[in-house]
């Protein structure tokens, strides 16, 4: 398999400018308004490569520079078990996680596989820095796997409480590192972490919903969905923490309709939360592009009581110009909500019709579009896609021995900047 760098450019949302990539651009040059910048790729028919390519089965929409070893695609199907037991005749399940009989070979059971692909392939050799990754869970379990099967260095920051997440099915190379702020902590003390840790020299942020990597990994679900359906969704499900990959789908939906094969169709956004940490929901039922003010003690103990705990962005893409509120103006939909007893409920249906285990944010999709096919939201013969975000775990951990990422550093919720500093540049050498 040859692989050829992709070809693109970037573009502001706010202004429209269009610059080139210098290498790992996050912003608009010269703009001060916050606004996410967008890949512009050179073909704008999507052409699809074979299996055996992964995630790179779709680069010609992906702004990446190498293509590394052992990412898989998302895989879509049609369903028949949960779509007959809802009354739809037309659900699509859009699967990334452990699934072998179907294809899917997600290694660390999640979406967040699809992103780290990406984001890692945009980065090329020469730069030889530190990546470092900001996380709830999930993420930094992916992008542990990918840097330490690739040999990149990586730093990840994850709170404390949600380090069970960081397991794997075998010990992972040295060049991946783990701090982490201390038990009380959330999504957004780990993010104020990693910031500390990017302004350092020899280190370089992710970049979050900035990085374009990042979203047009995440949209591979869309791709995969529109190709294997052979046209756009009327209508698209998943759970939201930053609302980052409702956002990539609408961005991919935007370039489905440029290459002209797969309909006219803006597909509604129908995203979710866990109640009762609901934030992006409260924005948007009150109509308004800013979040709206959170006690950051209520916060913290709204996410302990919330199962999918990487649904806990405080802080999300939202208000950002080509944020979610942008993506749900444009596109429609809504912000549904589920409990934890319904998205339990949601995931045990899944498992018993589809045949496989989901991850709670995962479930609490299901778990609204359960509720949507009851009340009428929408109608049994609706294209749906339901983008089913993590799963397979129990499958993949069943009689494997699992090696388990610990922490090099754990930090107070507020750590000094530049004592935290020296002690996370030892970790690498670099004083």
Known sequence: MKFEKTKYRLQSVKTGNIFQDTGWTLDAPGETEPTLIRAIYEKKHLEVKDEPWGIYRFANWLPVGRMLKGSSSPVTYKSEGLAKNLGLENLWITFSGWWPEKGARFKTCSFKETEAYSVCGR?????????????????????????????????????????????????????????????????????????????????????????????????????????????????????????????????????????????????????????????????????????????????????????????????????????????????GGDVLLATNEQSRVAAQLFLETEGNDIHSAAAVATATLIEAAKNGTVNKNDLIMLNITGGGEDKFKYKKELFRLKPRIVFDINPDAEQSKKLIAALFALY
Request: some cysteine; glycine content about 8%; hydrophobic content about 45%.
């Open 123 to 331: 980065m090329t050799p020469e730069m030889n820095k530190v990546l470092v990754v900001a996380s709830a869970g999930n993420t930094a379990r992916a992008f542990a796997q990918v840097c330490s099967d690739n040999q990149i260095p990586l730093l990840l920051c994850v709170p404390e409480d949600n380090i069970n997440a960081l397991w794997f099915g075998a010990p992972l190379n040295d060049c991946v590192k783990l701090i982490c702020s201390k038990t009380g902590s959330d999504y957004f003390d780990a993010i104020h972490l990693s910031n500390i840790v990017a302004g350092m020299d020899g280190f370089i942020a992710e970049g979050g919903a900035k990085n374009v990597a990042r979203r047009d990994g995440m949209a591979t679900t869309m791709l995969s969905a529109t190709t294997t359906i052979g046209q756009i969704p009327d209508y698209y499900f998943q759970a939201v923490g930053s609302g980052t990959g409702a956002i990539a789908a609408w961005e991919a939906n935007l370039r489905l309709l440029e290459d002209g094969r797969f309909g006219n169709t803006k597909m509604k956004l129908m995203v979710s939360q866990n109640i009762p940490f609901v934030p992006i929901h409260d924005a948007w039922k009150a109509g308004t592009r800013s979040m709206l003010q959170l006690d950051d003690e209520l916060a913290r103990r709204q996410v302990e009581e919330i199962d999918a705990k990487v649904l806990s962005n405080r802080k999300p893409p939202y208000p950002i110009f080509g944020g979610l509120f942008d993506a749900l103006s444009d596109a």
